[in-house]
T-cell receptor, first 115, second 111 residues
Framework: NAGVTQTPKFQVLKTGQSMTLQCAQD?????MYWYRQDPGMGLRLIYY???????DKGEVPNGYNVSRLNKREFSLRLESAAPSQTSVYFC??????????????FGEGSWLTVV | GEDVEQSLFLSVREGDSSVINCTYT??????LYWYKQEPGAGLQLLTY?????DMKQDQRLTVLLNKKDKHLSLRIADTQTGDSAIYFC???????????FGQGTELSVKP
């Protein structure tokens, strides 16, 4: 059972380049999320999608775009990478986006360095 | 707004109990979570507690919730070197069900 799968695991980009982080879940979850993790700051929400066809900004959306391609997939795009976007990115999913105890499952993370 | 705070570091000796503390601001949070992250890995859900509970115990883990003070703690009994990791407290927001995380507490267990 794969759970939440993210690709790539590691990526080095030059400033100004673009790239897309891919995320897929096989649990038939409605809600999906993208977080970034920086030292001493915990995880901060970039964007989330409460259901297929909807996306909403989180805490730190600037410089990112997302696409909920279908129920399984939620991609994160950096149009013009900046060094400040060097971070570890986590995709996550949960069955229901409302305030229930449904567990939120995380992917293994994608380490992105922008030079 | 929603905010979750944790102390950044905790060091204990092997065999002792560890207590990791967390405060949150959103009184409407219904679920609070503890996640563990080992170096170079993703987040692993350890346990969660519903807001109408005061305590939850799961083997070596005890979660205490003081809703009046908006204070959550995680106690690890008989701490082992394998417990060394970063521990994140999180509250579940009503808005979209997203998780709001604390900064993480780095637990160091010395033999």
């Amino acid at each position: 059972n794969a759970g939440v799968t993210q690709t790539p695991k590691f990526q080095v980009l030059k400033t100004g380049q673009s790239m897309t982080l891919q995320c897929a879940q096989d649990m038939n979850h409605n809600s999906m999320y993208w977080y970034r993790q920086d030292p001493g700051m915990g995880l901060r929400l970039i964007y989330y999608s409460a259901s297929e066809g909807t996306t909403d900004k989180g805490e730190v959306p600037n410089g990112y775009n997302v696409s909920r391609l279908n129920k399984r997939e939620f991609s994160l795009r950096l149009e013009s990478a900046a060094p400040s976007q060097t971070s570890v990115y986590f995709c996550a999913s949960s069955e229901d986006g409302t305030y229930t105890g449904n567990t939120i499952y995380f992917g293994e993370g994608s380490w992105l360095t922008v030079v | 707004g929603e905010d979750v705070e944790q102390s950044l570091f905790l060091s204990v000796r092997e065999g002792d109990s560890s207590v990791i503390n967390c405060t949150y601001t959103d009184s409407s949070s219904t679920y609070l979570y503890w996640y563990k992250q080992e170096p170079g890995a993703g987040l692993q859900l350890l346990t969660y507690i519903f807001s109408n509970m005061d305590m939850k115990q799961d083997q070596r883990l005890t979660v205490l919730l003081n809703k009046k003070d908006k204070h959550l703690s995680l106690r690890i009994a008989d701490t082992q070197t394998g417990d060394s990791a970063i521990y994140f407290c999180a509250e579940r927001s009503k808005q979209g069900g997203k998780l709001i995380f604390g900064q993480g507490t780095e637990l160091s267990v010395k033999p």
